[in-house]
Antibody, heavy 126, light 110 residues
Framework: QVQLVQSGAEVEKPGASVKVSCQAS????????IHWVRQAPGHGLEWMGW????????NYAQKFQGRVTMTRDTSITTAYMELSRLRSDDTAVYYC???????????????????WGQGTLVTVSS | QSVLTQPPSASGTPGQRVTISCSGS????????VYWYQQVPGTAPKVLIY???ERPSGVPDRFSGSKSGTSASLAISGLRSEDEADYYC???????????FGTGTEVTVL
């Protein structure tokens, strides 16, 4: 079955960087986009951006541009999300989720996130 | 900084019908599909409704979605204890060129 398995919890100091991994199985990794979404404690969901695992193309939400980098390693069917210059308000659970097929002309409004990884808690504390 | 507005909570007794609203604008709900996600506390969200009113396989027909103008609704009929969860609406926003989520609604079964 389609599955996304994420790396374990991280604790980082303010100003540091964190890199979260998301390993895909049960489907052709390069055939579907991967999104990243985060959820601060007691708060709602916030979309961070996507990566096309086939081409490596990325699109980041404006709020995170300059601080987030999404990459992938197709040899191990794994996507990564690195967030730099961490602040206390970056403390959150970070999720990866599968998006639409990685074909040209994707209409983003027509697509949703399914399935999701189990989430990775990133705590930013001095 | 959620763009879509939902009531913080909703509740009902087993068997009742509960409705959750989601209010947006012309750049998101007004011009694009709405999606609904269910998140049981401590677990990852899962899609409940896609493209306004479609249910993925495995989602009971007790769940239904609708959209009118810049607002959308999720209805849960025949409420069951396992429906206790947080529910989020979502849509693509043309102005932001990104996905936006609702503030979330906690559903309690009394």
């Amino acid at each position: 079955q389609v599955q996304l398995v994420q790396s374990g919890a991280e604790v980082e100091k303010p100003g540091a960087s964190v890199k979260v991994s998301c390993q895909a199985s049960g489907y052709t990794f390069t055939g579907y986009y991967i999104h990243w979404v985060r959820q601060a404690p007691g708060h709602g969901l916030e979309w961070m951006g996507w990566i096309n695992p086939n081409s490596g193309d990325t699109n980041y939400a404006q709020k995170f541009q300059g601080r987030v980098t999404m990459t992938r390693d197709t040899s191990i069917t794994t996507a990564y999300m690195e967030l730099s210059r961490l602040r206390s308000d970056d403390t959150a659970v970070y999720y990866c989720a599968r998006g639409p097929k990685a074909v040209s002309g994707v209409v983003w409004a027509y697509n949703w996130f399914d399935p999701w990884g189990q989430g990775t808690l990133v705590t930013v504390s001095s | 900084q959620s763009v879509l507005t939902q009531p913080p909570s909703a509740s009902g007794t087993p068997g009742q019908r509960v409705t959750i609203s989601c209010s947006g604008s012309s750049s998101n709900i007004g011009s694009n599909y709405v999606y609904w996600y269910q998140q049981v506390p401590g677990t990852a969200p899962k899609v409940l409704i896609y493209r306004n009113n479609e249910r993925p396989s495995g989602v009971p027909d007790r769940f239904s979605g609708s959209k009118s103008g810049t607002s959308a609704s999720l209805a849960i009929s025949g409420l069951r204890s396992e429906d206790e969860a947080d529910y989020y609406c979502a849509a693509w926003d043309d102005s932001l060129s990104g996905y936006v989520f609702g503030t979330g609604t906690e559903v309690t079964v009394l």
